[in-house]
């Protein structure tokens, strides 16, 4: 059974950091895309920042500067350094990813979560 487990969330002061990280298990083929999505209470999901599978990177306009998304392919896992962190940065933070798993077939896999919470 293929799953995303996300680590590393936690509570911090604004102007703090933290890293999360999302390890994929089960048999996986391959990953093509992974991406960090988050959503704050009241509001919806929004794209935090993706990686594909060559390294290519991009991000949300509230986090360029600030956050860097980098895998390690070898232990099919994503990363999501955040630094200078704002109160506005609070939310659950979920792993995405394209994989093919055992079937042979692309689909779209999401973590369970892990809450960011930011104080001033």
């Known amino acids: 059974q293929v799953q995303l487990v996300e680590s590393g969330g936690g509570s911090v002061q604004a102007g703090g950091s933290l890293r999360l990280s999302c390890a994929a298990s089960?048999?996986?083929?391959?990953?093509?895309?992974m991406a960090w999505h988050r959503q704050a209470p009241g509001k919806q999901r929004e794209l935090v920042a993706v990686?594909?599978?060559?390294?290519?990177?991009n991000y949300a306009d509230s986090v360029k500067g600030r956050f860097t998304i980098s895998r390690d392919n070898a232990k099919n896992t994503v990363y999501l350094q955040m630094n200078s962190l704002k109160p506005e940065d609070t939310a659950v933070y979920f792993c995405?990813?394209?994989?093919?798993?055992?079937?042979?077939?692309?689909?779209?896999?999401w973590g369970q979560g892990t809450q960011v919470t930011v104080s001033s």
């Open positions: 990686i594909t599978s060559v390294g290519s990177t």
């Open positions: 995405n990813a394209d994989m093919m798993d055992s079937t042979w077939r692309l689909k779209n896999y």
């Open positions: 089960g048999t996986i083929f391959s990953i093509k895309n």
